[in-house]
């Protein structure tokens, strides 16, 4: 069955250094991946998205994520983390395979900036 | 430039009432989408539309209906709540064109719903 993982809960980086956040999918075919952000009282913000192509993708605040089809993962990546950052971060496989034509969403990294 | 604007932002119910979440969104978008968030699930599909007048089940259906009687408007409706539906709602709506199509593209602020 279709799946994603994010083996960190938590994560605390602080203000300025890099940032990985880790997702492992596992799908049949080639996956259509996603990388979304809540932050607090808030509902979800697209990233970044991958479905072919260049497997280093670009997203929106200076997000990149790539896709290593080896390795079933598709990390996300910042340089250099801001205080705005602190939110929790979604990866997300879509599921074409039958009618239910949905997002198989990771249970979340939450991801804490300290100064 | 309101996007996706979901109502109540917050409603506490007794079990066997009846309630309706509201999803209203301005970008003429064909999908629709609710979701729950439950602590430590990540968030899981209630039901979807594919067009005004279209509904299907998703990962979690049960306790709930849709309605999508005009393409702006998503509704959720609990029938008879109960404990086990507190959670926190998400609506989402995505365009229907393009690679990505089919998936949400953009979400709610969310309904924060207990049940006691």
């Known amino acids: 069955a279709q799946s994603v993982t994010q083996p960190d809960i938590h994560i605390t980086v602080s203000e300025g250094a890099s940032l990985e956040l880790r997702c492992n999918y596992s799908y049949g075919a080639t996956p259509y991946l996603f990388w979304y952000v809540q932050s607090p009282g808030q509902g979800l913000q697209l990233l970044l998205k991958?479905?072919?192509?260049?497997?280093l993708v670009q997203g929106i605040k200076g997000f990149e994520a790539e896709f290593k089809r080896s390795q079933s993962s598709f990390n996300l990546r910042k340089p250099s983390v801001h205080w705005s950052d602190a939110a929790e971060y979604f990866c997300?496989?879509?599921?074409?395979?039958?009618?239910?034509?949905?997002?198989?969403f990771g249970t979340g990294t939450l991801l804490a900036v300290q100064p | 430039n309101a996007g996706v604007t979901q109502t109540p932002k917050f409603r506490v119910l007794k079990t066997g009432q009846s309630m309706t979440l509201l999803c209203a969104q301005d970008m003429n978008h064909e999908y629709m989408y609710w979701y729950r968030q439950d602590p430590g699930m990540g968030l899981r599909l209630i039901h979807y539309s594919v067009g005004e007048g279209t509904t299907a089940k998703g990962e979690v259906p049960d306790g709930y209906n849709v309605s999508r009687l005009k393409k702006q408007n998503f509704l959720l409706g609990l029938e008879s709540a109960a404990p086990s539906q507190t959670s926190v709602y998400f609506c989402?709506?995505?365009?229907?064109?393009?690679?990505?199509?089919?998936?949400?593209?953009?979400f709610g602020d969310g309904t924060r719903l207990s049940i006691l």
């Open positions: 991958y479905f072919s192509g260049d497997t």
């Open positions: 997300a496989v879509g599921d074409y395979g039958g009618a239910t034509n949905k997002l198989i």
């Open positions: 989402a709506s995505g365009s229907g064109t393009g690679a990505f199509s089919n998936q949400p593209q953009h």
